[in-house]
């Protein structure tokens, strides 16, 4: 069968789709997919097709920090809303079934015109339910019936912002317009369409209001390439003394990369542990390293995360995930999106301290905090039980079992 997967947003959001297509490509499936042109050689390195996107993956994250707002990204895609539908509309042209993200939900419509069935595959909780807020507000309980209300909130944003833009395409191609646009939460056109989350229970069971449409696969792990060799650098380094923590923000730090790397620096040095540094997109410029903290570019956190203490991070659900599973101690430091939502809740699941928010980082709460992820037993316990639940899962081998089943193949 010819799928089309289309994943927008930063690389966090397009490597386990691409772990999703693989297992795809493995059980005999034709698979290509659309994404931002950033993304191309990520892409094919992987032995699958790809079908540009109009965007920027590194404009949109900057967009956000530059502007201190959320509805930037929003506002980065509204003047090529257009574009974009009509990208993935071309590259939908010859599939058989598409698989969107939650940041490609245009896609549904899209769906909707050519007739094919969509899937939606989602790594963060955006359904209703009365267990929680909408992801978007802080995760305070205030009971079922308004955590309920928070998601029709969102969803009315969610028009304001983009109904008129998806109508234009719907006119476009001869479909009627909507009133209220569908494909977040439910569907008028999609009689419950299969809808999957790419994370383990472990981290976040299923709401018991949540339908029978709707599974949690466990996460869509993107494993290393076998010919993989670590540099002796990083072996010698990693050999030299105690298992390091590691620390990596990657692209979620924006304009102040250089301020909190340097207080990286300083919570590690504060807190008498080794380090390893991820650089991300910006590099690590004029700053004084201890013998006992190393930089490193890319690492495959696979290969990385067994090897060190804990781990310090800004809350993607793929570096969550990943920590997770290598049974380390988790410490979250969220910037944006989903991140404040995984930060409470690996705190929630025991498997890490308390989130520390970005604007309140400095180097003496991380460094406690850092503390208290490598000497709390609880904590290091909890890990390693979570760890070993999410080895023993195949979130995309899941996946596709129900993708397979769903459409009768």
């Not at 009689?191 to 790419?198: F, N």
């Not at 299923?206 to 996460?219: A, C, L, M, Q, R």
């Not at 995309?396 to 089943?405: C, D, T, Y």
């Amino acid at each position: 069968m010819r799928f089309i997967i289309v994943t927008l947003g930063s690389r966090g959001d397009i490597q386990p789709f691409i772990a999703l297509a693989k297992e795809l490509v493995f059980k005999g499936h034709d698979v290509k997919i659309a994404t931002f042109s950033n993304f191309k050689s990520f892409v094919e390195e992987n032995g699958l097709k790809f079908a540009p996107v109009s965007g920027d993956s590194k404009i949109l994250m900057d967009s956000v920090f530059t502007r201190k707002k959320f509805i930037a990204s929003v506002e980065y895609l509204k003047p090529i809303i257009g574009d974009i539908l009509d990208d993935i509309y071309n590259a939908c042209l010859d599939c058989d079934a598409i698989i969107y993200n939650q940041v490609a939900l245009p896609a549904h419509y899209v769906g909707e015109k050519l007739g094919i069935p969509v899937i939606q595959a989602f790594t963060f909780p955006m359904h209703q339910t009365g267990h929680m807020p909408v992801w978007l507000l802080p995760q305070i309980s205030m009971g079922r019936r308004v955590n309920s209300l928070t998601y029709k909130f969102s969803d009315y944003a969610y028009n304001m912002f983009s109904r008129q833009y998806y109508n234009s395409f719907r006119r476009k191609h001869g479909l009627k317009d909507l009133r209220r646009l569908t494909g977040i939460y439910e569907s008028t056109y999609y009689d419950k369409p299969l809808t999957l989350y790419g994370y383990s229970s472990a981290i976040f069971p299923k709401p018991n209001d949540w339908g029978e449409n709707i599974f949690i696969t466990g996460s869509w792990f993107l494993n290393n390439p076998s010919e993989w060799t670590p540099p002796k650098q990083l072996t010698d380094f990693l050999e030299d003394g105690e298992p390091p923590i590691y620390v990596g923000f990657g692209s979620m730090m924006g304009r102040n990369f250089q301020k909190i790397s340097r207080t990286v620096v300083k919570s590690l040095i504060r807190s008498g542990e080794r380090g390893i540094i991820l650089s991300g997109w910006g590099g690590l410029k004029d700053l004084q390293l201890s013998k006992d903290i190393m930089v490193v570019d890319s690492v495959p956190h696979e290969w990385l995360f067994k090897r060190v203490k804990a781990v310090v991070h800004h809350g993607g659900i793929g570096t969550t995930s990943e920590g997770l599973r290598a049974g380390k101690p988790t410490v979250i430091v969220p910037f944006k999106f989903d991140q404040p939502f995984w930060g409470k809740q690996v705190h929630k699941i025991g498997a890490g301290p308390a989130p520390i928010y970005n604007k309140l980082l400095t180097s003496k709460s991380l460094s406690e905090t850092m503390i208290e992820a490598v000497t709390n037993k609880e904590i290091i316990r909890k890990a390693d039980e979570i760890g070993q639940q999410i080895r023993s899962e195949n979130g995309a081998g899941e996946a596709v079992r129900l993708i397979e089943q769903y459409l009768g193949i």
